[in-house]
């Protein structure tokens, strides 16, 4: 597994390396950095916790076209964290590291591409969950961590692309491989399924199935962009009727070259985590970076 995350990060290392970039490479992306922070003293009588927040996020791509070949690569990184005063332990408010690349071989003058892709899903820095113990003191205990659980997934199909801001990937044959450390599928009582769906004792879950994965980014007006990027999964193998759901809505309003605001909203639907959706929203203003 850390070899094919060295090969799809690799694009993204060696376009850095080389100071001499042929007219067929393109890159574009940006880095924001947001922070909010709230104080109140003691004799404070209308009510509040004093607490800080920063929100980091990379979105860069890396584009290859020649002849008929495109190779699109996107890394996305999201990473932010909280900390109210009454805390014992820092909380994470985001957390993501994901990699996409896709490689298309143009069918006549058409928007349409055979494709094969590789795509990777993790998140930086360990999550827990959050307690107190009979004493009132919180507590914490390790729920995740960097690749438990990873999502790797490989396929082959079609690709439709109208532009770099509007395509479709279909892939009805992918594999997916699920990882985690076998702390997580080793715990007393652990039942078969319960973390991703790895049985006891598993460090890899290997799934065959269908994917979609969806990239759409246009103007609202002056300024104001709007991105969204969609995923669909369906496992052959099992309950191929439960699809698993990955949604993420990006809302950019830039102030001037170095200020910005941002609105992010993300679904996820997964049974094999929970049968429910999860919802997060993030909201602020910050200072920002754009590649060229």
């Known amino acids: 597994m850390k070899k094919f995350l060295l090969l799809a990060i690799f694009p993204i290392i060696s376009f850095a390396q080389n100071d001499s970039v042929p007219k067929i490479w393109k890159n574009k992306g940006n880095f924001s950095l947001l922070f ?6 003691n004799e404070w009588q209308s009510g509040g916790t004093s607490n800080y927040l ?94 438990s659980p990873g999502f790797f997934k490989l396929g082959l199909g079609t690709l439709w692309k109208k ?13 997916r491989f699920i990882t985690a450390d076998d702390r997580f599928t080793t715990t007393p009582g652990y039942v078969d399924g319960d973390f991703y769906g790895l049985n006891q004792g598993e460090t890899i ?3 065959f199935g269908a994917s979609v994965g969806a990239y759409a980014k246009f103007p609202i007006m ?20 439960n699809v698993d759901i990955d949604y993420t809505l990006n809302l950019n309003l830039t102030v001037n070259k170095y200020i910005t605001t941002n609105f992010t909203f993300q679904a996820i639907y997964d049974d094999n985590a929970i049968g429910a959706f ?15």
């Open 36 to 41: 909010s922070q709230s104080a109140f003293n």
């Open 54 to 147: 920063a929100n980091a996020v990379i979105n860069y791509e890396i584009i290859y076209s020649k002849d008929k070949w495109e190779w699109d690569t996107k890394l996305l990184a999201d990473y932010g964290i909280s900390k109210n005063k009454d805390q014992e332990f820092l909380r994470k408010t985001s957390d993501r590291l994901e990699i996409n690349s896709v490689l298309g071989h143009q069918i006549n003058e058409s928007h349409w591409y055979f494709s094969a892709f590789a795509n990777i899903l993790t998140q930086f820095d360990r999550g827990y969950e959050y307690s107190e113990d009979n004493n009132g003191q919180e507590i914490r205990t390790l729920e995740t961590k960097f690749l």
């Open 163 to 175: 532009s770099d801001n509007l395509k479709v990937n279909f892939a009805p044959a992918t594999v």
């Open 205 to 207: 879950r290997t799934e």
């Open 222 to 241: 002056e300024n104001i962009t709007l991105e969204n990027i969609l995923n669909l999964y369906s496992n052959y193998l099992e309950d191929p009727q």
């Open 278 to 292: 999860q919802i997060r929203e993030v909201l602020g203003v910050g200072l920002n970076y754009k590649f060229k």
